[in-house]
């Protein structure tokens, strides 16, 4: 059968670095409160020339060095985004265009912090429906550009950033044993919409608006949906906690991650962190963190990883993928 490969990856982080200190002389905070109840440490935040579409592409242009392929060998882009750069067009087209690419097509995913794990679950869908057969799934978020920096209960989680990887299709045995895409789960649920939103919207508002989140209602929400979804990805393969090599959550708070480990039976060593360097950054996180672990050698080829996500919506899911 095909299967949805992961065949490159690639980053790009804005130049600039904010510590913890510094939201010290804007709001009523401190360095040890945001560590001890995020694990944030730092994150990264976009100058005025550093955007959505620029952090895109130079993921996208990473991911595609570290597969050895260039643009013309893409058939389809998906960005998943909260922060786009135009209402419209899609920002994955504004994308398309920097890459060069007068072929195939491009499309924004919008699910906020789930954003990515939705992208990989449309993109493995298109390519096992021979629809594509080589897709660049970026995760690009700009929240910087949505806080409301007077508000210290949300402007010290976030962060910048994007993270990409090329998808391919291949012939596989059809066994669990398969390298790519095992299975994905994906839900959401609307009733939550007034915990994590936006309160801004060209069609409600006729302005961006800003981030608005009560914190301690998703906390409640986001292990018991974490946990169920990745449940449903072992049911669906058969496999379990012990099988997993590494997990890759979204990185919101250290807590929530650790929470969710702990409940599964995931091994502490197994766990991807990089919220202490990144802050959230939304649908980025994932890739963000997938590709340090492949970088610093922690993830290898043929490793069973986890992929999971939760966020505004409520929306949540999970991705298990053989790499
Ligand atoms: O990625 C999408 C999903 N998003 C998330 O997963 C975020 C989920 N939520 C969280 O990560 C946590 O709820 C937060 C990190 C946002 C907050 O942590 P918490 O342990 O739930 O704290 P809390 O909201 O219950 O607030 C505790 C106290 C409050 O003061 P009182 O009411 O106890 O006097 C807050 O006003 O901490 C206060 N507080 C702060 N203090 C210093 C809130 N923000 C800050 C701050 N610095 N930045």
Not at 40 to 57: K, M, P, Y
Not at 77 to 100: D, K, M, W
Not at 183 to 193: A, E, F, I, V, Y
Request: charged residues 20%.
């Amino acid at each position: 059968m095909i299967r949805s490969i992961v065949r490159g990856v690639g980053t790009a982080l804005p130049r600039r670095i904010m510590k913890n200190a510094e939201f010290e002389t804007l709001v009523d905070t401190t360095d040890e409160w945001i560590v001890q109840r995020t694990g944030i440490r730092q994150r990264h935040v976009a100058a005025e020339d550093e955007t959505t579409a620029s952090l895109g592409e130079a993921a996208a242009r990473a991911a595609l060095a570290n597969a050895g392929l260039t643009p013309a060998d893409i058939d389809m882009i998906v960005l998943a985004t909260s922060t786009p750069n135009n209402t419209f067009p899609a920002t994955a087209v504004e994308i398309q265009e920097r890459l060069g690419m007068r072929h195939g097509f491009a499309f924004d995913m919008q699910a906020v912090c789930s954003g990515f794990v939705y992208a990989v679950t449309a993109a493995d869908s298109h390519i096992r429906s021979g629809l594509a057969r080589r897709v660049l799934v970026i995760g690009a978020e700009t929240f910087s550009r949505i806080l409301d920096w007077s508000d210290r209960t949300t402007c010290v989680l976030f962060g910048d950033g994007a993270g990409a990887v090329v998808m391919e299709a291949q012939e596989q045995p059809g066994l669990n044993t398969d390298r790519g895409v095992l299975t994905s789960h994906l839900r959401s649920d609307g009733r939550h919409k007034s915990k994590l939103y936006v309160d801004g919207g060209p069609s409600s508002t006729q302005t961006t608006g800003h981030l608005r989140m009560e914190g301690r209602e998703v906390f409640k929400h986001a292990v018991g949906m974490i946990t169920d979804v990745i449940r449903d990805a072992f049911a669906a393969t058969g496999y379990t906690a012990d099988d997993l090599d590494w997990f890759v959550p979204h990185q919101a708070n250290r807590r929530i991650i650790d929470a969710s480990a702990h409940k599964l039976g995931i091994d502490p060593a197994k766990v991807i962190i990089t919220v202490d360097r990144h802050g959230n950054t939304s649908a980025a996180s994932i890739p963000l963190a997938l590709c340090a672990a492949i970088a610093d050698g922690r993830i290898k080829r043929g490793d069973l990883v986890m992929l999971e996500a939760m966020g505004g919506g409520f929306t949540w899911g999970a991705a298990l993928v053989r790499m």
